[in-house]
């Protein structure tokens, strides 16, 4: 999903992982007014490698910096989303069963040349790395892809150490202040 004042959202079918991408400008304000947040509802926990997927027709960010909040711990990741067209790894994270937890990108990246550089919202892949007891069975186990725009964005997974779920930055929603 993503937040904050919509007129600063730019939608692109052009371009991005499945067709279609969401970016902004970054900002060095403290505190964030766009980002993008995809729900992880995973039906297995375990180690996954998280990688995200960066456009170099849009993402011109040097320091995009990611946050997931997993398993109650939040893992911070900066990348600099100009380095690969496609994409990119973040790191390996223990995501637990359940929801509650998310990866959220913010525009408030601080860096020089804010408000005019581009921040991309694109898909997010999950590919198991540890050996889980699960027969890959279930809803999300294999390919899924989620693209249309909408609030309630998520994964649900079966346990397969082969599994890989790519979410898509899902709808626009203004962000209350």
Same mark, same amino acid.
């Not at 995809?38 to 996954?48: K, R």
């Given at each position: 999903?993503?937040?904050?004042?919509?007129?600063?959202?730019?939608?692109?079918?052009?371009?991005?992982?499945? !067709?279609?991408?969401? @970016?902004? *400008?970054?900002? &060095?304000?403290a505190? +964030?007014?766009?980002?993008?947040?995809?729900? $992880?509802?995973?039906?297995?926990?375990?180690?996954?490698?998280?990688?995200?997927?960066?456009?170099?027709?849009?993402a011109?960010?040097?320091?995009?910096?990611?946050?997931?909040?997993?398993?109650?711990?939040d893992?911070?990741?900066?990348?600099?989303?100009?380095?690969?067209?496609?994409?990119?790894?973040?790191?390996?994270?223990?995501?637990?069963? !359940?929801?509650?937890? @998310?990866? *959220?990108?913010? &525009?408030?990246?601080? +860096?020089?040349?804010?408000?005019?550089?581009? $921040?991309?919202?694109?898909?997010?892949?999950?590919?198991?790395?540890?050996?889980?007891?699960?027969?890959?069975?279930?809803?999300?186990?294999?390919?899924?892809?989620?693209?249309?725009?909408?609030?309630?964005?998520?994964?649900?997974?079966?346990?397969?150490?082969?599994?890989?779920?790519?979410?898509?930055?899902?709808g626009?929603?203004?962000?209350?202040?």
């Amino acid at each position: 999903m993503a937040g904050g004042p919509s007129a600063y959202m730019r939608h692109v079918s052009t371009a991005g992982s499945d !067709g279609d991408l969401l @970016w902004t *400008h970054t900002t &060095d304000h403290a505190d +964030e007014a766009n980002f993008g947040r995809w729900n $992880l509802d995973l039906a297995e926990g375990g180690t996954y490698k998280l990688e995200v997927y960066t456009d170099k027709a849009f993402a011109q960010s040097t320091q995009a910096r990611y946050t997931v909040h997993a398993a109650g711990t939040d893992h911070d990741f900066i990348i600099d989303q100009t380095h690969a067209d496609g994409w990119q790894p973040l790191g390996e994270v223990q995501i637990a069963a !359940g929801g509650e937890q @998310w990866l *959220h990108l913010s &525009d408030n990246t601080g +860096e020089p040349g804010a408000e005019t550089v581009q $921040l991309v919202f694109d898909a997010v892949r999950l590919t198991r790395v540890d050996p889980g007891s699960g027969s890959g069975s279930g809803s999300g186990s294999g390919d899924e892809m989620m693209d249309e725009p909408g609030e309630n964005g998520g994964c649900s997974a079966g346990g397969s150490s082969g599994l890989v779920i790519a979410l898509a930055a899902l709808g626009l929603r203004r962000r209350r202040r």
